[in-house]
């Protein structure tokens, strides 16, 4: 079992940055591949991010490449979403996901933080 939470979210405006963090518990966090997914209101939940087990690998949708950074440390077991120039169309919740495999994964993730949430206003 793994155990995900989320933190970091919070009220910006346009262009600001926020750091998102999501703490897991366990002692193999290295053995997961981990993912950032996003839901608004009416709309099905997106796929973000994700990380390799070993942080080597990262994966991004197109909407957010160049404006946010995945990472991780799994000496802490904790992982990171650095989000730049922000905008209101990232206004979501946004959750964490564990998925055991070594690779980047979109899908299948078994484990899902209960989400925080970003607004970003105009």
């Known amino acids: 079992q793994v155990q995900l939470v989320e933190s970091g979210g919070g009220l910006v405006q346009a262009g600001d940055s926020l750091r998102l963090s999501c703490a897991a518990s366990?002692?193999?966090?290295?053995?997961?591949?981990m993912g950032w997914f996003r839901r608004t209101p009416g709309k099905e939940r997106e796929f973000v991010a994700a990380?390799?087990?070993?942080?080597?690998?990262?994966d991004y949708i197109d909407s957010v490449k160049g404006r946010f950074s995945i990472s991780r440390d799994n000496a802490k077991n904790t992982m990171y979403l650095q989000m730049n120039s922000l905008k209101p169309e990232d206004t979501a919740v946004y959750y964490c996901?564990?998925?055991?495999?070594?690779?980047?994964?979109?899908?299948?993730?078994?484990?899902w933080g209960l989400g925080t949430q970003v607004t970003v206003s105009s």
């Open positions: 996901a564990a998925r055991r495999i070594f690779s980047t994964s979109r899908t299948g993730y078994d484990y």
């Open positions: 990380i390799s087990g070993s942080g080597s690998s990262t």
């Open positions: 366990g002692r193999t966090f290295s053995a997961y591949a």
